[in-house]
């Protein structure tokens, strides 16, 4: 039997959860709620929200833990892909060496932020190409709470637009290439070198009915393009989501040397509402 899939979507204004039985007969089970908050701010009324999903999509019956990933919007987390000369071997001690670099770049008080780290594969420049990503501590300890009450545990917790990445079949994208993800919080760009290698991400704002910002949107996927890019063949871009419409009105100010293709499989397995 497979094992149980449990899959939480925390925005900054909504929680959006799904769940798949590990067995054939399962189906599948979504919904969605609501809550009052703002960016960074995430109070009481995610954990009322997470526990309100939760409540709707588990079943009355488990007879074993599930497998639970918890994607958080762009909004509450900062990343940045970061390359190390060399990392311990010890988990703790990485740990720790990664979050003091990253609180010290980006001005943040180690003690309020947890940072989490995953491996890409060697950086140019040499070493270690790490993507860091902080979350609030405050935030981590409410998803926390609200799964203990029900009896999970979060076994992955990462950027939304990372488990949108893993959960599409991107074996079929062009390489080097990159890809804007369109979401209800904010937009990001992921950008992946000839070998397939991720070598860059970025959120920010989108006004999608605002013709400056889809040219500020353009051209910065045309500086990403360049750091990419090469004269044999054009690179491609892709558009996943709401920003497919405003990524399509900015196609004649993307320049040569790129071509605007529908990102392969959608949005994946797991839908999040916009």
């Not at 079943?59 to 639970?68: H, L, T, W």
């Not at 958080?72 to 988990?91: D, H, Q, T």
């Not at 991400?201 to 949107?217: I, K, L, P, T, Y």
Request: one cysteine or more; proline letters at 5%; aromatic letters at 6%.
């Amino acid at each position: 039997m497979l094992r149980s899939h449990c899959v939480l979507r925390i925005g900054v204004s909504h929680v959006h959860g799904a769940w798949m039985a590990g067995h054939a007969k399962g189906a599948p089970a979504e919904a969605t709620a609501r809550f009052e908050g703002e960016a960074g701010d995430a109070g009481a009324g995610l954990t009322v929200a997470i526990s309100e999903v939760l409540a709707q999509i588990l079943p009355r019956r488990r007879i074993a833990s599930p497998y639970v990933s918890v994607g958080v919007a762009g909004a509450y987390v900062r990343a940045a892909i970061m390359p190390f000369a060399k990392l311990p071997k010890a988990p703790a001690d990485r740990t720790l060496l990664v979050t003091q670099r990253f609180c010290r770049e980006f001005r943040l008080d180690p003690a309020a932020f947890a940072v989490l780290d995953s491996p890409l594969g060697r950086a140019k420049s040499g070493g270690e190409a790490v993507l860091c990503v902080g979350v609030q501590q405050v935030l981590l300890a409410r998803i926390k709470a609200a799964l203990a009450t029900r009896g999970l545990h979060a076994d992955e917790i990462a950027p939304d637009y990372m488990l949108r990445f893993a959960e599409t079949d991107t074996r079929e994208a062009e390489a080097p290439g990159m890809v804007l993800m369109g979401g209800a919080d904010c937009s990001t760009v992921l950008v992946w070198d000839a070998q397939r290698a991720v070598v860059h991400v970025s959120s920010f704002a989108v006004a999608r009915d605002d013709g400056e910002a889809r040219q500020r949107m353009a051209a910065r996927l045309f500086r990403y393009a360049r750091i990419v890019g090469h004269d044999t063949a054009p690179i491609a871009v892709y558009a996943d989501g709401p920003d497919w419409d405003a990524l399509f009105q900015a196609h004649g100010s993307l320049g040569e040397g790129m071509k605007l293709l529908r990102w392969p499989a959608g949005q994946g397995r797991w839908g999040s509402p916009s």
